[in-house]
């Protein structure tokens, strides 16, 4: 039963990758934020083949002590995730840094036989130093789940795989393809939100 069980999941999966028809996908919702005024937008992002390590990083300059600025990006951690203990992988006072692991839901398309819709995962590291801190990013990943005619889809994907699967002979469909292309479109929006989201966080003067 166990082997059976495995070959229908198997055949889902190979239908869902190679044997789509080209019905249009359609985000549920179409909301791109805006970044105007905002030190990193969405171009500002790359990943693989233009950056083939997948590492982002940004440095900032503050007039913030590095006390501060640490305590106000603990602070948005706790407030941006739902479990601080779980998402922090390490945290040191003396050098004022931290590195977690943290995800974001993306949007979702339909269409009239299937929806997909896509988590982003990575690992941030946080450093702040004299009148400097710097935000990493790195070692990401797409969660993608879903159905085909009914039957539930999941994988995870580098960008680099979702690359090759665009380029590929894999992916018969065209329609997918702009989905996943779609989905590197996402995913930079949503590091460019996460970047500006903390950086202004820890930029900010919050005293009372």
């Not at 960008?159 to 590197?184: A, D, P, W």
């Not at 949503?190 to 989201?197: C, G, Q, R």
Request: charged fraction near 25%.
């Amino acid at each position: 039963m166990k082997k059976i069980a495995f070959f229908i999941m198997l055949s889902v999966l190979c239908m869902s990758i190679g044997a789509q028809t080209d019905i249009p996908f359609i985000p549920e919702n179409d909301y791109h934020p805006s970044f105007a005024g905002c030190r990193i937008t969405p171009d500002s992002i790359n990943f693989y083949p233009q950056n083939p390590t997948d590492v982002i990083s940004f440095v900032y300059v503050t007039k913030r002590s590095p006390n501060d600025v640490f305590n106000s990006a603990k602070q948005w951690v706790a407030k941006t995730f739902k479990e601080y203990k779980n998402v922090v992988q390490m945290e040191d006072i003396n050098s004022h840094s931290i590195v977690l692991k943290g995800n974001i839901r993306q949007k979702q398309y339909n269409n009239t036989k299937s929806y997909y819709y896509t988590t982003l995962y990575f690992t941030s590291t946080i450093e702040c130093k004299g009148n400097k801190f710097r935000i990493k990013m790195e070692d990401f990943s797409v969660e993608e789940k879903g159905s085909v005619l009914g039957y539930p889809t999941s994988r995870t994907m580098t960008f680099r795989e979702i690359h090759e699967l665009i380029n590929g002979t894999l992916v018969k469909s065209n329609e997918y393809k702009k989905f996943l292309k779609h989905v590197i479109e996402d995913s930079k929006e949503s590091v460019a939100v996460l970047f500006n989201s903390l950086s202004s966080a820890m930029d900010t003067v919050d005293d009372f």
